[in-house]
């Protein structure tokens, strides 16, 4: 780990370089499945922009070495439910008035993780009123919740079970995002970061 929070971390979870070859994976199974030479990538921040840039390269390297070639937008939009480990009331969605230029696009959604899913379904549903015309969703981790509300994107890396992971852009209160493993945080850091 690195040096500053070698006291905050329980363990490994999924090691970066695992990460790394799933993401590859997606990569190859999105291309093939996608009918038209563009796309559209809409990163969902903060948590998504590690594994979305990761991806938009394997995407990249793809159609390089491919004779279809993707010509790709990327887009950002913010979204914030979480603060602590627990989830808000309400969902904020920012930078909103960019989504306009989603219509008739075929736009990939990419997030780092559906928990509960309630994010993802107030995404989509303001998503879907600008009429794209594809809207996929690919998340690098799938929470196994009881709370869950059976939400299951078109494209998940790894289905864990229902535990607070940092790292890989992953956050506790806005650290832990520099990591490039996904981790567990102990007890004690979690009170440590508390807000
Ligand atoms: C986290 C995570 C997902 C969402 C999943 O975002 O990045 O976007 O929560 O939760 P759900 O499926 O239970 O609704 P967060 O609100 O922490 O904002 P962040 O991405 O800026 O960290
Ligand atoms: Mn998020
Ligand atoms: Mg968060």
Request: aromatic share 10%; charged share 25%.
């Amino acid at each position: 780990f690195p040096h500053h929070y070698s006291e905050d971390l329980e363990c490994v979870f999924i090691p970066h370089g695992i990460i790394t070859d799933r993401t590859e994976r997606l990569a190859k199974n999105i291309m093939n499945d996608i009918g038209d030479n563009y796309i559209t990538v809409l990163c969902v921040l903060k948590g998504g922009y590690k594994f979305c840039a990761d991806l938009v390269e394997h995407i990249k390297n793809l159609s390089r070495n491919s004779d279809k070639f993707i010509s790709m937008r990327v887009d950002f939009v913010k979204v914030k439910s979480y603060c602590n480990d627990q989830s808000m009331e309400e969902i904020q969605i920012i930078g909103g008035e960019e989504l306009s230029k989603l219509t008739g696009k075929n736009v990939l959604i990419v997030e780092d993780i559906v928990g509960t899913g309630r994010t993802m379904r107030s995404l989509l549903s303001h998503i879907e009123k600008f009429k794209p015309k594809m809207l996929k969703v690919v998340s690098l981790l799938v929470k196994r919740t009881q709370e869950g509300h059976g939400y299951r994107p078109d494209y998940a890396g790894f289905e864990i079970p229902n535990i607070f992971v940092v790292g890989y852009a992953l956050d506790y209160n806005e650290y832990f995002r520099d990591l490039n493993h996904i981790c567990i945080i102990s007890e004690k850091a979690k009170a440590k970061y508390k807000v």
